[in-house]
């Protein structure tokens, strides 16, 4: 069946698709940015961006599948890209300084920082669970041990019968490991 519409109705439909689109969303997605920008003016900033890829997208010959999700995700991204434009943060290097110091506390932004630092913290505490799993056992022992339980390495040494250097060791490969899969997505924040 061949297609009756016309390139104009075409484009009078996705027109209406677009408007029935950001009246369903305005509200939420706003509500989104703002919670992560601070500064209500760059929210409202991101959001015209956001609208205004939608409507770029609708042009294209592919249809956005679930376009509420795929808001949100650009949404993101742009709040990320915005971070990409603040001082870059590297991260600790642990060979310098204390051993026994917190790595993770070095590495993320505080949660008190406001709203766009405790974004970016929960984003990186996610992706560094999802890294974690890619660590070997004993490693990832060794980073929980001490970063996330909080317990030091001579109570760990204790428990599991070895050696501090070696629960040393184990713990900067994974912190080695992290530093690696992390940094692109701190470069992102800053």
Known sequence: MESTFKPIEL?????????????????????FIRKRVADASEAEDILQDVLYELVEAYRLPEPIEQVGAWLFRVARNRIIDRFRKKKELALPDLADGDEEEAWLDKALPSADAGPEAAYARNVLLAELYEALEELPEEQRDAF?????????????????????????????????????????LLEEFN
């Open 11 to 31: 484009m009078a439909e996705q027109d209406n698709h677009i408007t029935e689109t950001v009246k369903r969303e305005r509200a939420r997605l706003g509500s």
């Open 144 to 184: 929980v041990g001490h970063e996330i339980e909080g317990r030091s390495f001579k109570e760990m040494s204790a428990e599991t019968g070895l050696g501090v250097n070696t629960l040393l060791a184990r713990k900067r490969y994974a912190v080695l490991h992290l530093r690696t899969r992390l940094q692109d």
